[in-house]
């Protein structure tokens, strides 16, 4: 079953913080974040694994709430270039079979 | 390091005809994927091959849908006959494999336009 992402969209000026949310329906073994612009491929941005390992990039910062079945992505101080939709992907038995949600539209204003 | 190819970047066609893609993955990756990304949604996944095997195809639709990857290395998808509601980007994406926390790597996909 497909994840659930929140909000569906939402526009922030230059420099303001946001928060992406992703709920699973099923346990999940890891979490993927993945940025996507119009026309471009998706961007890997973070994997967050049962456990609490994490590998991703330095500026992203994310959490994975085993328990609830949630991952939220923390984007602080946004510049122009986060702007895209977010997508996160879950992972329910550890074999890289991703299941990607209904994704956050980010728009970033100056 | 060169990222995930694919071509051609776009294609249109009449319903009923037959279409293929193609995809070069990145070097030395053993895991390769065909998404199906419908506008304003996620990627869905199509199948998933590991080396030249195909590890998961339930959410391909076999009466029409094939794919291969011969030799491990590159791979085709394959639409015969195409519908109306096979519009839609077709991504391909490749990883190392073989560990749960290894990243996808996405090419930038073939849009495809079925009239």
């Known amino acids: 079953q497909q994840p659930v992402q929140s909000p569906q969209a939402v526009i922030l000026r230059e420099g303001e913080d946001a928060v992406i949310n992703c709920s699973s329906s099923?346990?999940?073994?890891?979490v993927h974040w993945y940025r996507q612009k119009h026309g471009e491929a998706p961007v890997f941005l973070m994997i967050?694994?049962?456990?609490?390992e994490q590998k991703g990039h330095e500026k992203i910062s994310a959490s994975f709430n085993e328990k609830k079945q949630q991952s939220s992505l923390y984007l602080t101080a946004s510049q122009l270039s986060y702007s895209g939709t977010y997508f996160c992907?879950?992972?329910?038995?550890?074999?890289?079979?991703?299941?990607f949600g209904t994704g956050t539209r980010l728009t970033i204003i100056p | 390091e060169a990222g995930v190819a694919q071509s051609p970047r776009y294609k249109i066609i009449e319903k009923r005809q037959s279409v293929a893609f193609w995809c070069n993955p990145i070097s030395g990756h053993a895991t390769l994927y065909w998404y199906q990304q419908i506008l304003g949604q996620g990627p869905k996944l199509l199948i998933q091959f590991q080396n030249n095997g195909v590890v998961d195809d339930s959410q391909l639709p076999k009466d029409r849908f094939s794919a291969e990857r011969l030799k491990g290395v590159d791979s085709t998808l394959k639409i015969q006959p195409a519908k109306l509601e096979d519009s839609a980007v077709y991504l391909c994406a490749s990883s190392s494999g073989g560990r749960a926390k290894n990243i996808q790597y996405f090419g930038a996909g073939t849009r495809l336009s079925v009239l």
């Open positions: 992907g879950t992972d329910t038995f550890g074999n890289e079979k991703l299941t």
């Open positions: 099923k346990a999940l073994y890891s």
């Open positions: 967050l694994l049962k456990g609490g």
